[in-house]
């Protein structure tokens, strides 16, 4: 089992920053990969950064240039910097963690709210 909390979420103008925190703790190290999520209302759930254990990293093409992700093994914690914010990255953000050794499992934090105003 793995638990995942998300921290950092907030209001900020457009052209601002955030950082957002993915905290893993339970079964950490059979993390293979943590990524971010979003969904913006009415719209589907999509990725926006992940990174495996072995450290590569995936973008969605409408952040690139803006965000990176990042991690702390020692800490057991994902970032997400976010910056140059637009008002189309409103949205909740999601940690979720695939992990698992035979099989893989799919764990997901409650969520964090991101609002960026114009």
């Known amino acids: 089992q793995v638990q995942l909390v998300e921290s950092g979420g907030g209001l900020v103008q457009a052209g ?3 950082r957002l925190a993915c905290a893993a703790s339970g079964s950490t190290w059979s993390i293979n990969a943590i990524g971010w999520y979003r969904q913006a209302p009415g719209k589907q759930r999509e990725l926006v950064a992940d990174i495996s254990s072995g450290g590569s990293t995936n973008y969605a093409d409408s952040v690139k240039g803006r965000f990176t992700i990042s ?3 020692a800490k057991n914690t994902v970032y997400l910097q976010m910056n140059s914010l637009k008002p ?3 949205a909740v953000y999601y940690c979720n963690a695939v992990a698992g ?3 893989t499992y799919n764990y997901w934090g409650q969520g964090t709210q991101v609002t ?3």
């Open 16 to 18: 601002g920053s955030l």
């Open 71 to 73: 991690r702390d093994n």
């Open 88 to 90: 189309e990255d409103t």
């Open 101 to 103: 050794v035979i099989g």
């Open 116 to 118: 960026v105003s114009s």
